[in-house]
Structure formats: structure tokens, C-alpha cells
């Protein structure tokens, strides 16, 4: 599916089956996303330093490529209106 709205399934029956219609229900059809890649720098980073954590959300579709427009501001892709959530992939970061 690649459009929002309601949908219902019908059945034209057969020789054995009648023909059946379901009743309808919306469907809000979003993006698949992943992460394509995740990095916490700079490694080592002294206690009480800070890090930058950058990367890049990808959305599938016929052909892969950067989500448009979609900003991420934390290491969690919680979703949105239009694209799914992302699991966490994990950046170890070594501290001293």
C-alpha cells in the first residue's frame, strides 16, 4: 500500500466459497526506517567531556537512500506522522 485511507478486503467467492466483503478500517501507511550508520566521537573522551553523536536514518522504499527532511536529534528514532520508529544501534565510547 502507498496511500493512507480506508480499505477493505472482497472476496468474488468461488464454486466452494461465497463471496465475502470485510468491513473497513483505516490504514496509516508509513516508512520503514534503519540506521545506516551511528558514531559517538571523539574517542577516547575525558569524564565529564562531551560527545557528538551523528548519523544517518534511512527510509525504505523502491530505492534506498537518505530520509528526506528527517531530522534526528537523539541516538533513538522514536517515528513520526509519516516514518516508523528505528531501533538504537549502539557506539561504544571509551571514557578516562
Not at 502507498?2 to 468474488?12: A, I, N, T
Not at 473497513?24 to 516508512?31: A, G, L, M, W
Not at 567531556?49 to 548519523?55: A, D, F, K, L, S
Amino acid at each position: 500500500m502507498k496511500q493512507d485511507g480506508h480499505w477493505r478486503v472482497r472476496y468474488l467467492g468461488s464454486a466452494t466459497y461465497m463471496p465475502l466483503v470485510s468491513g473497513s478500517d483505516h490504514i496509516d501507511v508509513k516508512y520503514q526506517t534503519s540506521w545506516y550508520s551511528l558514531n559517538a566521537a571523539p574517542e577516547p573522551v575525558e569524564k565529564g567531556g562531551t560527545i557528538r553523536v551523528t548519523g544517518r536514518l534511512y527510509r525504505w522504499r523502491d530505492v534506498a537512500g537518505p530520509a528526506p527532511n528527517a531530522p534526528v536529534y537523539m541516538a533513538s528514532y522514536k517515528g513520526s506522522g509519516t516514518y516508523d520508529a528505528s531501533d538504537t544501534r549502539a557506539d561504544y565510547v571509551d571514557v578516562r
